[in-house]
């Protein structure tokens, strides 16, 4: 499979379904890509994959795209080593993958399930820019009849937040969209906060949209507990200690990389945010402490 | 949950119908008892009785097959956590011997003794399909789960001494602990303490039910130099405190605590002062539920205590509560000292993984 076969496959997947998570569609292009490859070994497949991530990511830089590649290549891994023979391992490959790409479109449900009991009756809500997660998550909070009102932060300079409460109002939630600069004040009215995450770190803190950090920072100061929803997938191996050890190719879009100008003038996209400040991760693995977090990723690759 | 005898009545089903109908007029009365309330339980009691249930159930009940004992075990479950939520022991206590059931069939069915019965990534990426479905049926299953039951029995017995073990390495000479209310748990860490050390103790009396007088009068009882005080006294005495030791009635997931009414203010005046907190509580008071919106661990009784009926007119016009239990944040605790050891806050939802099996969290 041609790189430009696999950019086109990876570009019609979040095309036809605006839904799907950045991860899961490279996560299926990967997948086409094995089926076709003619190879003959684990080694020379090991490599092709490589560069088809390497490629994805040079399409869609963010960090869920690089998570679901590395997970992919583990999975290769983990499987080759079960099986000795080629074809025989590349079958089970395929099934194993087909497996667990139905088991991660159901992730999405199930962190429903487990996170909508903590939404009160009557709770206001700040979440951040757009997230499909979260939408799931109040989705099923309206099903189970509770009454909320959400504060979405406008979330600059896309306006994610927009699109957002777009998104709500077409449920009928009560939204209000608020400056980015006016978490601080808002704080005190709100009752939790709850954000997606592009990535899991392994110290159980999250990188996300530009913002997220200040508001943990806020929510932390005026004791409000503040959720984090994302489906398993997204753990990534990566221990930042502050917002500098975060790679600058998560920071920038792809884009803004492949011109190679001087990054100090451009604005990053994403933050860290440290584990102190979360209270709890719903997960598809269940309700997670941050310091569970690293358990689950030692389980994974070690 | 009647289990008659299907059929022809012949004397092999009549005695298990009797058996059956016997037992479910002692789970009914169990359920009946957790459901009055009255006088408060030692949740060690209560555990016991749980378990003890629990395995007339495996021994007695009609069942073939895992699945149909993990239904059954799991139907009785709900009928007595329903009686009382606040009693989270009851609860507890099923999940054990569920996750014991699965542990039973999985050694059983010849799996490997690995924690691949948690979700995990790793498991997501290799697993090749469905999972357990327990149908399978092994003769010696019972006979392996009611052992497994007596063993938890058995270390139930030994909880409150396994803590106390571990007191002089806690408790040093000429300290002052704070304590509050009366926990049986923590009357016995000091009292071992007590055997080789020299220390004071200071209880808050923790109204309305003012238990922490019976805590004292045991203290001083084994020679131990006890002080007590009103509830509101507490931040005021904390700063000549060294260490608060507390009891609780249930841990949960995230490492919080739902302890008597009172614990909370306790907590944040040791946490002003960078004064320790240390809970003693053995593991099978560790429930898997987190803080959330059923919030059904509260309960409240007669506010006669607060403000008697004597009071007459004013009682017209005001509301007055009076609730049991109070919830303490997990940054609010320093060491968790049960009988398996000291853990911070933090690692509680290892020993969960340890304990409970995540498909039976709900119930």
């Not at chain 1, 004040?185 to 997606?196: A, T």
């Not at chain 2, 016995?188 to 019976?214: D, M, N, S, T, Y």
Request: glycine share 6%.
């Amino acid at each position: 499979m041609s790189t430009e076969d696999l950019i086109e496959t990876f570009r019609a997947q979040l095309r036809d379904d605006p839904d799907v998570a950045s991860a899961v569609a490279a996560i299926r292009a990967l997948l086409g890509f094995l089926r076709q490859d003619r190879g003959e070994t684990i080694q020379g497949l090991r490599n092709s994959l490589r560069d088809a991530i390497d490629t994805l990511s040079r399409v869609d830089s963010s960090v869920a795209v690089s998570s679901g590649g590395e997970l992919f290549l583990r999975f290769i891994s983990l499987t080759s080593l079960e099986y000795s023979d080629y074809s025989k391992c590349k079958e089970i490959m395929i099934e194993r993958g087909e497996i667990f790409l139905t088991k991660v479109s159901l992730s999405r449900n199930k962190i429903a399930k487990l996170c909508h009991p903590f939404i009160r009756d009557g709770a206001r809500i700040l979440t951040h820019a757009y997230s499909r997660v979260v939408l799931r998550v109040l989705e099923a909070a309206v099903e189970s009849k509770k009454r909320f009102s959400v504060f979405v932060t406008e979330s600059q300079p896309d306006e994610a937040g927009q699109k957002m409460a777009k998104a709500l109002r077409k449920l009928n939630i009560p939204v209000t969209v608020i400056l980015d600069a006016a978490v601080g004040y808002i704080m005190e009215k709100v009752d939790l906060v709850l954000v997606g995450a592009e990535g899991v770190v392994e110290s159980g803190g999250i990188i996300n949209k530009i913002g997220t950090n200040q508001i943990a920072v806020c929510a932390k100061a005026q004791n409000k507990p503040f959720y984090v929803v994302a489906e398993s997938f997204k753990f990534v191996r990566l221990f930042p200690l502050n917002q500098q050890d975060v790679p600058d190719r998560f920071k920038y879009k792809a884009d803004t990389l492949k011109t190679g100008q001087n990054l100090t003038e451009e604005h990053p996209w994403i933050d860290y945010t440290s584990p102190s400040l979360i209270t709890l991760l719903f997960t598809d693995l269940g309700v997670l402490t941050p310091s569970a977090v690293s358990d689950e990723l030692i389980k994974l690759y070690l | 949950m009647g289990r008659r005898g299907g059929g022809s009545g012949s004397a092999a089903t009549m005695p298990g119908a009797e058996r059956g109908s016997e037992l479910s007029e002692q789970i009914e009365a169990f359920a009946a008892r957790l459901r009055r309330g009255g006088e408060r339980p030692r949740s060690e009691d209560t555990a016991r009785q749980t378990l003890s249930l629990l395995r007339k159930i495996v021994g007695n009940g009609r069942w073939s097959r895992a699945g149909e004992l993990m239904d059954l075990i799991r139907t009785e479950g709900q009928r007595m956590t329903a009686a009382q939520p606040s009693e989270t022991t009851v609860g507890n206590m099923v999940r054990r011997v569920l996750k014991v059931i699965r542990e039973e069939y999985g050694r059983l069915h010849g799996r490997s003794e690995e924690s691949d019965q948690q979700e995990s990534l790793h498991k997501l990426l290799t697993s090749g399909g469905l999972s357990e479905d327990f149908r399978t049926p092994y003769p010696s299953l019972r006979a392996n789960v009611i052992e497994a039951i007596n063993e938890m029995l058995i270390e139930l017995e030994g909880t409150t001494d396994n803590i106390a073990m571990q007191a002089l390495e806690h408790i040093h000479s000429n300290e002052v602990i704070m304590t509050i209310g009366y926990s049986r748990t923590v009357e016995a860490f000091l009292k071992e303490a007590a055997r080789k050390r020299k220390f004071q103790v200071i209880v808050a009396e923790c109204a309305p039910f003012c238990q922490g007088h019976e805590m004292a009068v045991r203290l001083s009882k084994e020679n131990i130099e006890t002080t007590v005080m009103s509830d509101a006294a507490i931040f005021a005495v904390m700063s000549r405190v060294n260490k608060v030791i507390i009891g609780t009635k249930t841990i949960l997931a995230n490492g919080a605590l739902i302890a008597v009414s009172g614990t909370h203010t306790l907590a944040l005046a040791a946490k002003h002062h960078s004064t320790p907190l240390i809970v003693c509580a053995p593991m099978f008071k560790l429930s898997p539920q987190f803080p959330n919106e059923e919030d059904s661990f509260h309960k409240f009784v007669s506010p006669q205590e607060v403000l008697p009926f004597t009071e007459g007119e004013i009682l017209a016009k005001i509301n007055v509560h009076c609730p049991v239990f109070d919830y303490v944040p997990p940054e609010l605790i320093t060491l968790f000292i049960s009988n398996i050891g000291g853990n911070a806050p933090s690692y509680i939802y290892r020993l969960m993984s340890e304990l409970y099996h995540p498909d039976d969290y709900e119930l």
